[in-house]
């Protein structure tokens, strides 16, 4: 920062700066002296302001101060859009219980009871009755995500 605003503080360091929110006119001004003392002083009230701007957001010692105080001030007129569409419900780690419970319950021995039977009393049993959301085919949905864990877990 610049010496100006270093003088600027109390006791505790803490800056005492307040601008005012007042315009600079120059429809006032007489003489081209004036003028240009009144340009001179708008200008390195500008600047202070922007370097106060600067400190607020933490980028005084930056070497590219100017663009990433920019770049804060982009981001936060224009914030990053929102995804369309509904939230996800499933994630890995539930897709992983949805694993070992689907593996638990199948029996290699048994060839009517495999994953198509064990998706189907599992699509009618909490925690997977609420991650399915009362979709049709409930028990078509939960075997999906369970050859999509199988998948990620074979990766």
Same mark, same amino acid.
């Given at each position: 920062m610049t010496d100006l605003i270093d003088m600027n503080r109390d006791e505790n360091r803490k800056a005492q700066i307040?601008? *005012?929110r007042e315009p600079i006119s120059t429809a006032q001004v007489n003489s081209a002296v004036e003028y240009s003392t009144e340009q001179f002083a708008r200008k390195e009230l500008e600047n202070l302001k922007l370097r106060a701007l600067a400190h607020a957001f933490g980028l005084d010692d930056e070497p590219n101060m100017w663009f990433y105080l920019a770049l804060k001030l982009a981001q936060l007129?224009? #914030?990053e859009p929102k995804k369309a569409g509904r939230k996800l419900k499933w994630d890995i780690q539930s897709r992983k219980v949805l694993l070992a419970e689907v593996e638990r319950m199948v029996? #290699? *021995?048994d060839q009517t009871h495999g994953v198509n039977h064990s998706c189907k009393i599992l699509a009618n049993m909490q925690p997977w009755l609420s991650l399915l959301g009362g979709k049709l085919n409930q028990s078509e949905a939960l075997r999906a995500q369970y050859y999509l864990a199988k998948d990620t877990a074979n990766k």
């Open positions: 307040q601008f *005012s007129h224009y #914030p029996d #290699p *021995s």
